[in-house]
């Protein structure tokens, strides 16, 4: 660490719009309500972020049966199963939904394709929340979704001779997406698109960001949580363009990574990662006289309205 004598920080980096909501909404509904707050599943893929919740008094559970009657319960971003709609009116639970509007487009598609008597196939990370969120959409309808995560599950995918569609996790590596979707093709020819692609417009700005930044730096640190989707793209996005990359939480991690031949680092966030989380990352790092630049690569102005149920509850409190 001692030779590192650039920092570059790239731009946009950490927090996405949708990210940005469900903290929000979590610390507004605490504030309106007061503690405790439930929160349906970890409301972002980020140790610190939901620490710090917790410390506030948000409660997180991974079932509606642990949430007691009446209570307050914010839905996470990455979107839920219908049936937990269902379960929360019936057990009387007041309902703040913090699904990102990006992942809630990919559910509503879910509906628009089955309607129309379409086959549907997802491309996702197995067991990731999100994916299970969108599949859930087809059991009202008796129906189930094909997943793929990669060439090989497409090869093991069935003839479908109907219409078909392939949607897609909003936080994937798009070259990777691209290699499944002309596996795709190949497999079922008359496989279509959605109308706009599902990946995020975070998750490809932070991706195209990290491969330019990783083109004049010696080590890339992305900074964000080891079960954070987004996060691991921008350390395989990184690698894809022959630099070092680590993920990276914190200091600690740091001091663990051999730098005793780096003199430039780059450093990016994943979209759940909060920039205090950066800054913490880059102090510890100038401290040994690193000076810092920037290398602003795309302009992110997008900024999401509150959840409605939130909006019409903080009505009701005035
Ligand atoms: Fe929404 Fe994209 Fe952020 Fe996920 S990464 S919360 S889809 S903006």
């Known amino acids: 660490m001692e030779k590192v004598k650039k920092i570059i920080l790239v731009a946009p980096r950490g927090f996405c719009a949708g990210v ?10 605490l504030e309106v309500f007061g503690a405790p707050v439930y929160v349906k599943h970890r409301i972002v893929h980020n140790t610190t972020v939901v620490r710090s919740l917790e410390e506030k008094g948000a409660i997180i559970v991974e079932t509606l049966e642990e949430v007691p009657e009446g209570s307050v319960v914010v839905f996470s971003a990455h979107g839920s199963p219908p049936e937990h ?13 913090a699904t ?9 598609e879910v509906h628009r394709y089955l309607k129309r008597g379409y086959e549907i ?24 979704i094909f997943l793929v995560d990669s060439v090989s599950s497409v090869e093991a995918l069935p003839s479908i001779l109907g219409k078909c569609v392939y949607l897609t996790q909003t936080t994937l590596s798009i070259p990777e ?28 700005n932070r991706q195209v960001a990290v491969q330019k930044l990783a083109q004049g730096v010696d080590v890339v640190l992305v ?6 989707s987004n996060s691991n793209r921008l350390v395989e996005r990184a690698r894809d363009e022959g630099a070092k990359a680590y993920l990276v939480e914190n200091v600690e991690a740091v001091q663990e990574l051999d730098l005793k031949n780096v003199e430039t680092i780059g ?3 994943g979209a759940s990662a909060p920039e205090s989380m950066v800054r913490s990352i880059t102090d510890h790092l100038k401290q040994g006289g690193a000076q810092e630049e920037t290398l602003n690569v795309i302009q992110e102005s997008m900024r999401f309205a509150d959840p409605l149920e ?9």
């Open 20 to 29: 940005d909501r469900a903290v929000r909404t979590v610390e507004e509904a």
């Open 85 to 97: 709609y269902i379960q929360a009116k019936k057990r009387g639970l007041r309902v703040i939904d």
């Open 100 to 108: 990102c509007p990006l992942v809630t487009k990919v559910h509503l």
């Open 121 to 144: 196939v997802y491309i996702g990370h197995r067991g990731h929340i999100e994916g299970e969120g969108v599949r859930a959409e087809a059991h009202p309808y008796g129906k189930d």
């Open 177 to 204: 997406t691209e290699g499944i979707i002309t596996a795709l093709r190949e497999k079922i020819p008359n496989i279509e698109s959605p109308p706009i692609q599902d990946i995020c417009y975070a998750t490809t």
């Open 223 to 228: 900074v964000g949580s080891a079960d954070s």
């Open 267 to 269: 450093i990016t966030a």
């Open 310 to 318: 939130l909006q019409y509850m903080r009505e009701a409190k005035t």
